[in-house]
């Protein structure tokens, strides 16, 4: 089915209040939705994304990015309903999230929100929805790394929220780690300083503590500071000092979740404590349930290079009108 077909389907549903889900479990999604600024100016340096600015970011254009990353949402969730609980980056600001739930057909959902407040020049932040009707938001907080004499990172905070799930609660953080402009090794070191700014915040919690890390680490499953710093490990390694376990780490994935000059990496990746992972009560881990969501729909041709490209909103400098430069990735927890 394409896209296209799902969205007409969806609209029809959302005409009316959507019904409660049957099952027990929540399902979870994780998107980078590319540069998904409003058109209003700040104090921030967002001056790339107005409508007097080179991009020329207008109304017609937001509007058709908020109803593009709702058309998304529902192509992740499940029997038509979009996820329960939905992590995201690259995000501007709270009015953002606001319009997303409230003026597209999310708001036949009953989302609430929550986003980071950060130290990224440009603006950038990490946000939360979730279904208010499933789930109730304890606290959150907004986590800055810093560098090691302690003064703070230049860069996008985590976003930390303790979730209630019936008689269980979550964990979430939602992550978007410094990028690797000027080189994958010359950045290297200020990923392993946020990996271990984090790994300290989750060593704080508790290994009793169900968690859920989910984001663009701009790191692969193997990098060090996944596996080295942060200890995520592959399902069903047994390694010493095991601290977080991947799901998406050793598949044979044909496809990951962004692509650079010909190459796809699995950047956008789902985090879980071994106590979520292997829970016997309440909310766990429903295995094998990662996935990439690499519907057809979400790609177009790359003119550059072989093979399909994640359809996103901007080629170089170039309106293209699409979703993301990034696919989204989603995980299933159930309940007993």
Same mark, same amino acid.
């Given at each position: 089915?394409t896209?296209?077909a799902?969205?007409? +389907? ?5 005409n009316?209040?959507?019904?409660g889900r049957?099952?027990?479990?929540l399902?979870?999604?994780?998107y980078n ?6 058109t209003?100016?700040s104090?921030?340096d967002?001056?790339?994304?107005l409508?007097?600015?080179?991009r ?5 254009k937001?509007?058709? %990015?908020?109803?593009?990353?709702f058309?998304v949402?529902?192509?992740? $969730?499940n ?7 939905v992590?995201?980056c690259?995000?501007?600001?709270e009015?953002v999230?606001?319009?997303l739930?409230e003026?597209t057909? +999310?708001a036949?959902d ?6 980071s %407040?950060g130290r ?10 979730f %279904? ?7 606290s959150?907080?907004?986590?800055c ?12 905070a985590? +976003?930390y929220c303790?979730? %209630?799930?019936k ?7 939602v992550?978007?780690w410094?990028?690797?402009r ?11 300083l946020?990996a ?5 915040k989750v ?8 968690i859920i890390i989910? $984001? ?22 047994q390694?010493?000092?095991a601290?977080l376990?991947n799901?998406?780490a050793?598949?044979n994935?044909?496809k $990951?979740s962004?692509k ?7 950047f956008?990746q ?7 992972y292997?829970s016997e ?7 094998n349930?990662f ?5 057809k ?6 003119a550059?290079?072989k ?5 996103s909103t901007w ?6 009108? $699409?979703?993301s430069d990034h696919?989204?990735v989603?995980?299933e927890?159930i309940h007993?």
């Open positions: 089915m896209l296209g799902v969205i007409i +389907l969806a609209a029809n549903d959302y009316r209040k959507t019904p049957t099952t027990d479990g399902s979870i999604m994780f939705v590319e540069n998904f600024f409003d209003l100016n104090d921030l967002d001056d790339e994304f409508p007097a600015s080179p020329r970011w207008n109304t017609y937001y509007y058709r %990015k908020l109803n593009s990353v058309k949402l529902v192509l992740c $969730g029997d038509m309903m979009p996820p329960d609980i992590g995201l690259e995000v501007e600001n009015n999230l606001k319009d739930c003026k057909f +999310l036949r009953d989302y609430d929100y929550v986003i %407040k990224d020049g440009r603006g950038i932040n990490t946000g939360l929805l %279904k208010e009707e499933r789930l109730d938001l304890i959150t907080e907004s986590w790394p810093h560098n090691e004499d302690g003064s703070f990172m230049p860069t996008r985590m +976003l303790r979730i %209630k799930y008689n269980d609660t979550l964990d979430v953080m992550c978007h410094p990028s690797r000027g080189g994958a090794i010359e950045s290297e070191g200020r990923r392993k946020v271990s700014y984090l790994k300290e060593d704080s919690l508790g290994a009793r503590r169900k989910m $984001g663009d680490f701009n790191d692969e499953p193997a990098s060090a500071s996944l596996h080295e710093v942060m200890r995520a490990v592959p399902p069903g390694v390694e010493k000092n601290v376990i799901p998406g050793g598949l994935h044909s $990951g962004y650079y000059r010909g190459t796809w990496y699995l956008d789902v985090l879980l404590s071994p106590s979520l292997h009560n309440g909310l766990h881990y429903l295995k349930s996935r990439i969501v690499d519907d729909a979400l790609l177009t041709e790359d550059s290079f093979g399909l490209r994640p359809y080629w170089g400098f170039n309106y293209a009108g $699409g979703f696919l989204p989603t995980v927890l007993k």
